[in-house]
């Protein structure tokens, strides 16, 4: 990637994020759709001449009950994405141990953060640590009250002033370009379809587990009624989520690369940016964070698989590029 032509690229991936944004609701609703076309198909119909049933769908009813349902789902999403919208920053700093970084702590950090914000016109974000001795960092945040810019311990102690510029430059980065509100965005999208399908095969389980007495009161039929729409509300759930996952994916793949070419114009310096990425995926920290979806914030996030049919699930699932691909790239500045 060349500096010349950057801001396109910035103005076109940030373009191609809105559209993958509102892909989020357009998911949800689909699947809804869906659902009750699956469940016109399985209750609609009726017994042939031969005796055979023949399944219809009456997509008037769909589409009715669809209507009807809309009002309900948007207002639900829209309540529970606010909530968590606007509570991320508790949310990301419970999830990683993060705490506040003092100057007198650490001057050299205000330092360079402060000289690097000067230099792209930038306000000061705030500045948090995490006490681990593994390296990595991470920005956060929607909107200038909420910014933030997390190292850890570790990165402070290993990197030089160059390589931490670098490294602080790649996170203000992905604030100036946005990439943070979006990120959380697509968190909370992933993480309302997530709890969706957790309490759908829930209720199936207990359909399961407890239907028996259901189905002595009510007849057999209506026991097995019920199993099938829970299947198929968890078929509808399975397939939002594979795609939110690769929509969420797809758009940090991309802004990696465009935060660590951002850092290097902004520490003047690509090959201390490459360095500092070297010995990150070194020993990468924050690994014993729960949340994976925090742990796509971070500046480097190691996959599991390597090679072959692995190799190509892990690019697929991937939050981040391959590191050795990123720093082959800087040094080519």
Avoid at 172 to 178: G, K, M, Q
């Amino acid at each position: 990637m060349k500096y010349v032509g950057l801001q396109t690229q910035i103005d076109r991936n940030n373009r191609l994020s809105v559209m993958l944004l509102l892909a989020f609701p357009c998911i949800i609703l689909g699947m809804v759709w869906i659902f009750l076309l699956i469940l016109s198909y399985f209750n609609g119909g009726y017994v042939d001449q031969y005796g055979e049933v023949v399944h219809e769908v009456n997509i008037d009813a769909v589409n009715y009950y669809f209507l009807n349902a809309l009002p309900w789902v948007v207002g639900g999403v829209g309540i529970w994405f606010l909530i968590a919208y606007f509570s991320n920053t508790s949310m990301v700093r419970a999830a990683t141990h993060a705490r506040p970084l003092e100057r007198r702590e650490n001057p050299r950090v205000y330092n360079i953060v402060e000289n690097l914000c000067m230099t792209c016109g930038m306000d000061m974000p705030m500045i948090n640590v995490v006490d681990d001795p593994q390296l990595n960092a991470f920005a956060s945040g929607i909107d200038k009250k909420s910014y933030t810019v997390t190292v850890t311990t570790g990165l402070l102690d290993l990197l030089n002033d160059e390589e931490l510029a670098g490294v602080i430059g790649h996170e203000l980065t992905h604030i100036r370009n946005h990439d943070t509100r979006l990120l959380i965005t697509s968190i909370v999208f992933v993480g309302i379809v997530s709890t969706i399908m957790s309490i759908v095969v829930r209720m199936l389980f207990n359909t399961f587990i407890y239907g028996g007495s259901s189905d002595r009161r009510e007849g057999k039929n209506g026991g097995v009624s019920m199993v099938v729409i829970m299947l198929i509300g968890v078929v509808c759930c399975i397939i939002a989520y594979f795609f939110t996952l690769l929509t969420r994916f797809a758009i940090s793949r991309k802004r990696e690369y465009m935060a660590d070419a951002g850092g290097a114009e902004l520490c003047g310096n690509p090959l201390a940016l490459a360095s500092a990425l070297r010995k990150i995926s070194g020993n990468p920290g924050l690994q014993d964070v729960e949340r994976e979806d925090v742990a796509q914030l971070f500046i480097v996030h190691e996959q599991g698989f390597t090679s072959g049919i692995q190799s190509f699930f892990s690019q697929m699932f991937a939050t981040h590029p391959d590191t050795a691909r990123r720093i082959e790239i800087l040094e080519q500045f």
